[in-house]
């Protein structure tokens, strides 16, 4: 396992290139500054793991240095490197957050043993904050079939749950891969038919006269083939759910006997008369835009209506921010674990990866990718290259104005400009005249890791 990364900050060069030299022997990752201005760009740009500071220093201090590192990276802790006997300033830095302080001249033995207690004490708040957020992630994620915690699927969670327990129609849209299936059983299970069936029908996948004899099964002798009576589908949902997939592909024929079944619950076999009645609730999904269609004349308005009582809609898998790791992490258990292969997690540079791609496949895509990815890998983690894709901007392809959100407008002038900056949130940050802060928050939000840079 590798090393952390170490930042020395002194103003003095012989104290400094000193302090470089044995703990790079010590196999850590030393980067070096002479003031707290060119520390901070470089913990801005590298993300150390620990920093050791000089208290007095020209430009910026190790005081003022300390201050902005506990409001931009609290999470890093700070060795302040004091005078002979400067109990008050070490006392000062102790109360504005520093890990700990070594006086001058420098015992090198003391000096390793500080920077191992405090990475193991930075290491144990993120095994804590970890725990924390596998405990929040539990409460939340609560349905069953859908995994995530971003925003965007609470308030999907927080809709199935509402809805579950009526017997109002609910049309789910969104785009192919997104879960749409998963949220329609999901509602099922929430809801008082929970011990009756579920049932589920592609429509887009049966030409006419075979969908209707699937909706709606068919009499004996109705056509060619039709040895004996079927039972159709809606009758298999009798005091359940049917979810009717891609609703937006049946032809307009078969709209006409579906609106009657969702207005009487009564509807007649394939070549028969008699009426049969069913009590079924209906959940429909499509990708398709269907208040367009029925503009274009292609879906028809009243049955729309009836699908349109409530609506969710499944977000893309872009749009979930840290949603992509944990699926990610998900997919290479389940894979794991399938394969009999010990594959323990992601690389840094595989994970940065992740959540930098598009995926215009959502959470589909996202697992056919890491189940490629296990089988292929040849060690015991997920590398760069394991990953069957290209990478892609971080940019994520333009907004379309009008159109889009001023959220996604926001979101696509940071990334863009952090490509366009290679990667440096600083310079970014003074291209868009935002702070540095709110960069790395939003990047937080959206989920993207950029790839720490490596030491020359």
Same mark, same amino acid.
């Given at each position: ?6 930042? @020395? ?10 302090? @470089? ?42 005081? =003022? ?34 890990? =700990? ?17 405090? $990475?193991?004490?930075?290491? $144990? ?58 949220? %329609? ?10 011990? %009756?069936?579920?049932?589920?029908? !592609? ?14 099964? !068919? ?64 959940? %429909? ?44 992490? !998900? ?8 394969? !009999? ?44 290259? =394991? $990953? ?40 970014? %940050? ?27």
């Amino acid at each position: 396992m590798s090393k952390a990364r170490i930042l @020395v900050v002194d103003d003095e060069a012989s104290a400094r290139n000193g302090l @470089v030299k044995l703990l790079t022997q010590e196999e850590y990752v030393v980067d070096a500054a002479a003031d707290g201005k060119e520390g901070l760009e470089i913990i801005l740009e590298k993300a150390p793991d620990l920093v050791v500071t000089d208290l007095k220093m020209p430009v910026m201090g190790g005081m =003022d240095l300390l201050a902005r590192v506990k409001e931009q990276a609290p999470a890093i802790p700070v060795i302040m490197v004091t005078a002979l006997g400067d109990v008050s300033s070490a006392v000062l830095a102790m109360r504005a957050g520093a890990a =700990d302080y070594l006086s001058k001249p420098i015992d090198f033995g003391a000096l390793l043993v500080t920077i191992e207690r405090s $990475l193991e004490r930075r290491e $144990l708040a993120a095994e804590a904050e970890n725990l924390r957020r596998q405990l929040r992630q539990r409460d939340q994620e609560g349905l069953e079939g859908l995994l995530g915690t971003s925003p965007a699927m609470n308030k999907v969670y927080r809709m199935a749950r509402q809805v579950a327990p009526s017997r109002a129609t609910v049309l789910i849209t969104g785009e192919s891969g997104t879960g749409k299936g998963e949220l %329609a059983r999901a509602i099922h299970t929430l809801s008082p038919r929970a011990k %009756a069936p579920f049932v589920a029908l !592609h429509c887009a996948a049966l030409a006419e006269s075979l969908l209707e004899s699937e909706l709606f099964g !068919h009499e004996r002798g109705s056509f060619t083939g039709a040895d004996k009576r079927r039972t159709g589908r809606f009758e298999q949902a009798h005091n359940g759910t049917l979810f009717l997939d891609e609703i937006g592909e049946i032809p307009q024929p078969t709209q006409v006997k579906l609106l009657r079944v969702l207005q009487e619950r009564t509807f007649e076999r394939v070549g028969g008369n008699e009426p049969v009645h069913v009590d079924v609730r209906l959940l %429909a999904a499509t990708n398709k835009d269907l208040a367009a269609e029925v503009r274009e004349g292609r879906f028809r308005e009243d049955l729309y209506y009836r699908l349109h009582v409530v609506h969710v809609e499944m977000p893309p898998l872009r749009l979930r921010g840290n949603d992509v790791a944990m699926l990610a992490d !998900h997919f290479l258990r389940k894979f794991a674990r399938e394969n !009999h292969k010990r594959v323990d997690g992601f690389a840094e540079a595989a994970r940065a990866k992740l959540v930098g791609h598009r995926w215009s496949g959502n959470v589909r895509e996202l697992e056919n990718a890491v189940e490629r990815a296990v089988v292929l890998a040849e060690g015991n983690r997920i590398e760069e290259d =394991d $990953l069957p894709f290209d990478g892609t901007p971080i940019a994520q392809g333009p907004v379309r104005i009008p159109g889009a959100t001023m959220a996604e407008i926001e979101k696509y002038a940071i990334l863009s400009t952090l490509e366009a900056a290679n990667g440096s949130t600083a310079r970014a %940050a003074d291209i868009l005249d935002i702070s540095v802060r709110t960069i790395q928050y939003r990047l937080h939000e959206y989920g993207v890791v950029l790839p720490r840079a490596r030491s020359s």
